[in-house]
């Protein structure tokens, strides 16, 4: 399990850069992000999120932050056994499509993939003040 830190900081695939970043408000709130340049290898990103209680809130677009485009798909949260989830998946672009949800209770759980397979390597959100990544995938964040 990873603690995120709230607030902004600079993370790879918001510079130009493949991959997902994923950053943290007060109160449990989360926004994920996924881009990669017109040359990258990946082609098509995926993901489930998921809690072990509720979303109190659910946003895609991220409040005109990051618009979803043609062919993104991203599924409003759905009960599951023992809790609640979250999936998405679309072709790969150089904008920043994306969503921002609240979870009731920590820590929230991340499966996010590249081309159909775990990407760990492609994750990236704030720990310590500096970009973090996860070792394994799926993962769990959690907030202080």
């Not at 992000?33 to 991220?62: M, R």
């Not at 005109?64 to 609640?84: E, L, R, S």
């Amino acid at each position: 399990m990873y603690t995120i830190a709230s607030g902004l900081v600079p993370l790879p695939p918001t510079m130009g850069a493949t991959g997902f970043a994923i950053t943290a408000t007060a109160g449990g709130g989360y926004r994920v992000i996924w881009s990669a340049p017109a040359a990258a290898a990946i082609k098509e990103f995926s993901g489930t999120i998921w809690t072990a209680q509720t979303f109190d809130s659910f946003a895609t677009g991220c409040s005109g932050d990051c618009m979803v485009q043609p062919g993104q798909v991203i599924g409003q949260p759905m009960a599951t056994a023992g809790g609640m989830r979250i999936d998405f998946h679309g072709p790969a672009v150089t904008t920043h499509p994306g969503f921002e949800f609240s979870a009731t209770a920590q820590p929230v759980f991340w499966q996010l993939m590249g081309d159909g397979h775990p990407r760990p390597d492609l994750v990236f959100f704030s720990a310590g003040g500096a970009a973090a990544s996860p070792t394994t995938d799926p993962f769990a964040l959690t907030q202080p």
